[in-house]
């Protein structure tokens, strides 16, 4: 399956180098930031071993890629907001990854998840009100186990476009590593900002 992933150059010199590259979360904007995302991206490791299997040793964190786009399986424009700013060359990487060694995750649930808050799955408004007062009166520890369980709807990406649901517009991919033979164009992405901008 085809995907898209915007990675430092370094990844591009690993590739060549070891023939794999791997999350190395201390290099992660988002695993070392105050503001960590540790937790969110442990549980969802923690659900691609179930839902894959076991990871290549020494890897903890998994690599993100782009699947959909706006409701269609093509790749972002670098240039859009799904890709940060970049103060020095990036790479944009098209992937041809074998289905069964990535999992995907709808990408505006995923920011609930990250957020820590609870993934609706309200199909009406009816619904969402319903839901809405459940939440309201359950004590602390139900309420937990209530957001936690909800996080496992980011795995539904079927398409659904109605008022209190959108689903299905973005969805990206997750995956252990990158091997070189899963590579099929490579492009070279300038920087666009100064550092600190």
Known sequence: MTVWTNQPLEALEELERTGTFRCIPEKS???????????????????MLQRIGSRPQGVSTPIWAWHTWN???????PESAAFLKRTSERVLLTLD?????????D?????????????????????????????????????DVAIRDSWDR??????????????????????????KEYIRDIRI????TENGA
Not at 29 to 47: G, I, V
């Open 189 to 192: 992405l300038e920087k666009n």
């Open 107 to 143: 990408f505006e649930a995923w920011q609930t998840v990250m957020q820590g808050s609870y993934v609706s799955g309200a199909m009406t408004e009816e619904e969402a009100v319903r839901e809405e007062m459940w939440l309201e009166n359950l004590d602390e520890p139900a309420l």
């Open 97 to 105: 990854i074998p289905e069964a060694e990535m999992v995907l995750t």
């Open 29 to 47: 904007m988002n695993l070392t930031k105050p503001d960590s995302l540790r937790k969110p991206y442990a549980w969802l490791a923690e659900k």
């Open 71 to 77: 409701f269609e399986h093509r790749c972002p424009d």
């Open 154 to 179: 980011v795995f539904d990406v079927s398409r659904v476009e109605i008022p209190v649901l959108v689903r299905g517009r973005f969805i990206q991919a997750t995956f252990w590593e990158i091997r």
